[in-house]
C-alpha cells in the first residue's frame, strides 16, 4: 500500500513538471507601460525546461522561469537598458495567456502595472 501512494505522488510530480509549453510567439499587452501609456510588444519565448527566454522586439533577451503555472521574468529598460522591470503572472487555462503585474524600480519611485500575454497563432 506504502508503494502505491509513493508511485501515486512521483506520476503527480512529474505530470505537474511537464505540463505547460510556452515556446513560441507572444503578443504582450502592458497597462499602462512604462511610459503611462498602453504599449505592445512582440515577443518570442523559448523554454528549456523551467527556464524561459525572452526576445521581445529588439530589447536584449530577457530571462525568466516557470513553476507550475507561476511565470516571472525581468525585461531590461530605461537608458542603456540598465533599470529592471519586474514580471510575475500566471499561466491561465488553456495555456495560451499569461495574466499577471509588472513593477519597475527607478529613481522616481516604484511604477507598477498589469499585463497580458497571449500566444499567437502558429500559422
Not at 68 to 97: C, Q
Request: aromatic share 6%.
Amino acid at each position: 500500500m506504502r508503494h502505491v501512494r509513493w508511485l501515486t505522488v512521483l506520476i503527480t510530480l512529474a505530470a505537474g513538471g511537464a505540463g505547460v509549453d510556452l515556446s513560441g510567439g507572444w503578443a504582450l499587452a502592458l497597462d499602462p507601460g512604462f511610459a503611462g501609456e498602453p504599449a505592445a510588444w512582440r515577443c518570442d519565448i523559448t523554454q528549456d525546461g523551467p527556464q524561459l527566454t525572452l526576445e521581445c522586439d529588439g530589447m536584449p533577451a530577457s530571462a525568466g522561469t516557470i513553476d507550475d503555472r507561476t511565470v516571472k521574468f525581468v525585461i531590461m529598460t530605461g537608458r542603456d537598458n540598465l533599470l529592471p522591470a519586474r514580471f510575475s503572472g500566471v499561466v491561465e487555462a488553456g495555456d495560451h495567456a499569461i495574466a499577471g503585474t509588472w513593477r519597475l524600480e527607478d529613481t522616481t519611485g516604484n511604477r507598477i502595472g498589469r499585463f497580458r500575454a497571449e500566444k499567437r497563432s502558429s500559422r
